[in-house]
C-alpha cells in the first residue's frame, strides 16, 4: 500500500528547573489525521493461494501523547494511544494503536 497523511497537531510544552538543578520538560500533543491510500488493495500468494483484501482509500484518525524528560533531557519516557476509522465503513473497520517507551540518552 501507498499511504499519504494529512494531520493538524495541538501540543503544549512546559519546562521547569527542580531544585537540585535538573532542567525537566513535559510535552503534551493530540493529532487530528486524514489518510489516503493510492493502491487500496492488497494481494498476498502463499502457495499458489492468493488472497486478496480491498482496503477503503480513506481514513480519519486522532491520537494524544506526551514526553516527559528528567534529568536535562537524558531520560525520556514517552506515549502515544491513536485510533483510526474508515470514512466509508465508519467505526467498522478501524486501528487502535499504543506506543510507550524510555530512551536514553548519552
Known amino acids: 500500500s501507498l ?3 494529512l494531520g493538524v497537531p495541538f501540543n503544549r510544552q512546559s519546562t521547569w528547573t527542580t531544585d537540585c538543578g535538573d ?3 513535559l510535552k503534551t500533543y ?3 489525521n486524514a489518510y489516503h491510500d493510492f493502491q ?3 494481494i498476498i500468494n502463499i502457495h499458489e493461494v492468493k488472497f486478496t483484501e480491498e482496503e477503503t482509500k480513506l481514513w480519519m484518525g486522532v491520537a494524544v501523547g ?3 524528560n528528567m534529568k536535562n533531557d537524558r531520560f525520556p519516557i514517552y506515549g502515544e494511544v491513536g485510533a483510526r476509522t474508515s470514512l466509508k465503513n465508519f467505526a467498522e473497520s478501524r486501528v487502535f494503536t499504543a506506543d ?3 530512551r536514553l540518552n548519552f
Do not use: E, N, P
Open 23 to 25: 532542567t525537566r520538560r
Open 66 to 68: 506526551g514526553t516527559y
Open 30 to 32: 493530540g493529532l487530528v
Open 40 to 42: 487500496g488493495k492488497s
Open 100 to 102: 510507550v517507551g524510555f
Open 3 to 5: 499511504f499519504a497523511r
